[in-house]
């Protein structure tokens, strides 16, 4: 199976029910395994069997269902696509707003002559008025309702399209049975312009919703300063390549991902990090697309173009958040489902109540009732409500340094028991430096550093780099060690002078029947201090010490205080010594630490908080951590900047600083706080508002009183979603 994934944009859609449409018509097609359907971003995410179907096939099950679907040019930049976007989108809303003013045109008459003349042959001009509306306004509700009504469903144009149909054909014929008996063209007309003016608003407030990530597609820019034989020339970004040379002058945006080859400059990357503070680039140094350059002038080699850079990256994980569903949604896909049938029985019932309780003299208030039924249950808020926030939350976190690999994880992370934090790299600064070398019997410190930097030279683990650092810091040059293994957990082996070198831990040397009895005087004092202690051996003798310490991130102390305010019990897990640990732990206010815990004995920590009945999320680097990531509830991985690709996390920081994991918790319980409201909002809307249509208290002009709280609600769940920008860390 040739597993892919597929956007497809999607027009026409709704309400929740347009959405369960979609998605039972993709679920019926032979290949898709998965699909999400996203009101708010007008979109459908499908995982599908590349042999068995294709996103053009998808997007004509899509359009058969009743809805204009088309699949994203796989040439087309992000830039390009929300160009094209935003076009289209501002063609709809003129078309759109053109037909509200005529439509108003028309309306105003109906609503206003009856007050203020009557006149021979009034009912006929206010007909010829109600049937201009109808055709204007009208024929996209209708074209809607019947689409969905052929394909064997319904959605909330089905409503509108019964509601304004009853009251216009109830006026139609008593102008054929007695021209002088009351009518409800105002009604009807009025119910569609109020509808149309709230769906245009809507749709305005919706298209905020997702204004982060357009933002974020327009950071790189349009063109690149690249150096060929001939010169330096501009080209556009979407042909730049690997390896190209890149020129970023003052003021100028980072055009894609590279390493510094030349020049010093200050760069401000919190459009990427969320971090406000410029970061200092030298040579070597990694620099990241969309990232603003502001003082100096530097060249840059390319290592990632196009949807391989980190902007991208985010994008796609922001794109692929909105588009999932929290497990909370299931309750509004669950009324959905059924939400519209049982809304036109209820009218039924309201109509032949009304009917059998007042006699043919009620036919006018049973009108009344039923259309205002139909009307004011329109499902739309409910399908918006949950997407709404989902999409604020997910564009905003982006902002922050937050990404967000689906919207499970953002429920999830509002109620959790335990947070579990690795040490290296993650409250640390994940750079360890050698503070001291103790040379053992018969060895210098500068023998002893010589041994370790040539075996650890063949590894790329932290302490292996701060240890082959020094030495070169020191001068100390040697031989490169041969048939190097790492063994995990413990330390490193090699070849050395004919002989077997060792770097590690005492248990390693217990292993391999090192004595260390002379060392552990030294020992004892440097992990009394809190610093790692390696011991270094060379043909089955220790030759020294080396003392290495990782000092905690600026800022850890007052992210681990913010936690622990929250209820959250905090944990080290770290496969570190316990000194050094627990030195760390002390300096950054946690009580608890789990010290030499190799990266796949961390699962087994996490279980045995799990089953505790404790909600756990973990902290790490998304590498070693890798397994205990995926095992916990939640699992928050530590991007590095440019690297957001981190398969292991739910959540991902790219700033890798512990004070987005505060973000984190606070951006997961604040959209799930908007959820909650929207939800209750919603059904709270329809639970009151179908009641009293159906009672008809709101009296003659309960239908056009609907259509208007039917438009606010909308804008009201929406508005609260919106509500998510104003989020501050």
């Known amino acids: 199976m040739a597993e892919q994934r597929a956007v497809i944009e999607i027009r026409g859609m709704t309400c929740a029910g347009c959405v369960g449409n979609v998605e039972r018509a993709l679920g019926r097609t032979a290949g898709v395994l998965e699909a999400a359907v996203n009101l708010a971003a007008g979109s459908a995410t499908v995982r599908f069997d590349a042999e068995a179907t294709s996103p053009e096939a998808l997007a004509g099950v899509i359009s058969a269902a009743g809805y204009a679907a088309r699949t994203a040019s796989e040439t087309e930049t992000e830039a390009?696509?929300?160009?094209?976007?935003?076009?289209?989108?501002?063609?709809?809303?003129?078309?759109?707003?053109?037909?509200?003013?005529?439509?108003?045109?028309l309306t105003a008459p109906l609503v206003g002559v009856p007050f203020l003349a009557h006149f021979p042959g009034q009912v006929y001009l206010?007909?010829?008025?109600?049937?201009?509306?109808?055709?204007?306004?009208?024929?996209?509700?209708?074209?809607?309702?019947?689409?969905?009504?052929?394909h064997g469903a319904t959605n909330m144009d089905v409503l509108i399209a019964m509601g304004s149909t009853t009251a216009y054909a109830y006026s139609v014929a008593m102008v054929l049975i007695d021209p002088h008996a009351h009518s409800y063209f105002d009604a009807a007309a009025a119910l569609l312009l109020i509808i149309t003016v709230g769906k245009y608003l809507?749709?305005?407030?919706?298209?905020?919703?997702?204004?982060?990530l357009r933002k974020l597609a327009a950071l790189t820019g349009r063109e690149a300063s690249v150096l060929r034989e001939s010169g330096e020339v501009r080209l556009p970004i979407e042909q730049l390549m690997v390896g190209d040379i890149v020129v970023v002058r003052p003021g100028e945006k980072v055009p894609t991902?590279?390493?510094?080859?030349?020049?010093?400059?200050?760069?401000?990357?919190?459009?990427?990090?969320?971090?406000?503070?410029?970061?200092?680039?030298?040579?070597?140094?990694?620099?990241?697309?969309?990232?603003?350059?502001?003082?100096?002038?530097?060249r840059f080699r390319a290592t990632k173009v196009g949807s391989e850079t980190a902007l991208a990256q985010i994008i796609e994980l922001v794109?692929?958040?909105?588009?999932?569903?929290?497990?909370?949604?299931?309750?509004?896909?669950?009324?959905?489902?059924?939400?519209?049938?049982?809304?036109l029985a209820v009218a039924v019932l309201t109509f032949a109540l009304w009917m059998l309780l007042g006699g043919p003299e009620a036919l006018g208030e049973a009108v009344v009732a039923t259309i205002s039924v139909l009307v004011v249950a329109c499902p739309c808020a409910l399908g918006i409500a949950t997407p709404a926030a989902v999409a604020v939350g997910t564009a905003v976190g982006a902002e922050h340094g937050v990404l967000v690999r689906h919207a499970a994880a953002l429920e999830a992370a509002q109620d959790l028991d335990v947070l579990l934090l690795d040490k290296t790299g993650t409250i640390t600064v994940g750079r360890p430096e050698v503070t001291e070398v103790v040379g053992g019997t018969g060895s210098?410190?500068?023998?002893?550093?010589?041994?370790?930097?040539?075996?650890e030279s063949g590894s790329g683990h932290p302490l292996a780099r701060a240890v082959v650092r020094a030495a070169q810091e020191r001068g100390i040059a040697g031989t490169a060690a041969t048939e190097f293994r790492a063994l995990r957990g413990r330390g490193a082996e090699a070849r050395l002078d004919g002989a077997e070198a060792l770097v590690g831990s005492e248990a390693l040397m217990r292993e391999r029947g090192v004595g260390t009895d002379r060392l552990q005087e030294d020992r004892a004092r440097l992990e009394a201090e809190g610093k790692t202690v390696?011991?270094?051996?060379?043909?089955?003798?220790?030759?020294?010490?080396?003392?290495?310490t990782d000092r905690p991130k600026p800022g850890a102390q007052q992210a681990i205080a913010a936690l622990k305010a929250r209820g959250l019990e905090l944990v080290m897990v770290t496969g570190d010594a316990l000194a050094p640990a627990e030195a760390v732990a002390r300096e950054v206010g946690i009580g608890r630490v789990e010290a030499h815990v190799l990266p796949e004995d961390k699962v087994r920590v996490v279980r045995?908080?799990?089953?505790?009945?404790?909600?756990?999320?973990?902290?790490?680097?998304?590498?070693?951590?890798?397994?205990?990531?995926?095992?916990?509830?939640?699992?928050?991985?530590?991007?590095?900047?440019?690297?957001?690709?981190?398969?292991?996390?739910?959540?991902?920081?790219?700033?890798?600083?512990?004070?987005?994991?505060?973000?984190?918790?606070?951006?997961?319980?604040?959209?799930?706080?908007?959820?909650?409201?929207?939800?209750?909002?919603?059904?709270a809307y329809n639970l009151l508002g179908v009641p009293l249509a159906a009672l008809g208290v709101l009296g003659t002009y309960a239908p056009i009183i609907c259509a208007a709280a039917m438009a606010l609600s909308d804008l009201c769940v929406v508005g609260n979603a919106l509500r998510l920008r104003r989020f501050r860390p």
Do not use: C
Not at 91 to 101: P, V
Not at 445 to 455: D, F, G, N, P, Q
């Open 80 to 105: 390009q696509r929300h160009a094209r976007q935003s076009a289209a989108d501002a063609d709809a809303d003129r078309a759109q707003l053109r037909a509200i003013l005529l439509g108003a045109a």
């Open 126 to 150: 206010l007909f010829a008025l109600a049937t201009g509306v109808q055709a204007l306004l009208g024929r996209e509700f209708y074209r809607s309702a019947l689409s969905a009504l052929r």
């Open 202 to 212: 809507e749709a305005h407030a919706t298209r905020r919703t997702s204004r982060v």
């Open 257 to 298: 991902d590279g390493l510094v080859t030349e020049g010093e400059s200050e760069v401000n990357e919190a459009m990427v990090t969320g971090e406000p503070m410029p970061v200092s680039k030298r040579p070597g140094g990694q620099v990241i697309g969309g990232t603003l350059n502001e003082d100096g002038t530097f």
């Open 319 to 343: 794109r692929q958040a909105q588009a999932s569903k929290p497990p909370i949604q299931r309750i509004a896909d669950r009324v959905a489902a059924v939400f519209v049938p049982i809304i």
């Open 444 to 455: 210098a410190e500068t023998e002893v550093l010589r041994i370790a930097a040539a075996v």
């Open 534 to 548: 390696v011991t270094v051996a060379l043909a089955g003798r220790a030759r020294g010490l080396i003392a290495l």
């Open 608 to 683: 045995a908080f799990q089953e505790q009945g404790k909600r756990v999320a973990m902290v790490g680097d998304g590498v070693n951590d890798a397994p205990a990531l995926t095992q916990a509830d939640i699992g928050i991985a530590i991007g590095a900047g440019s690297d957001v690709a981190v398969e292991a996390g739910d959540l991902i920081l790219t700033s890798g600083d512990l004070a987005a994991v505060v973000r984190a918790v606070r951006l997961s319980q604040e959209t799930m706080r908007r959820i909650r409201q929207n939800l209750f909002w919603a059904f």
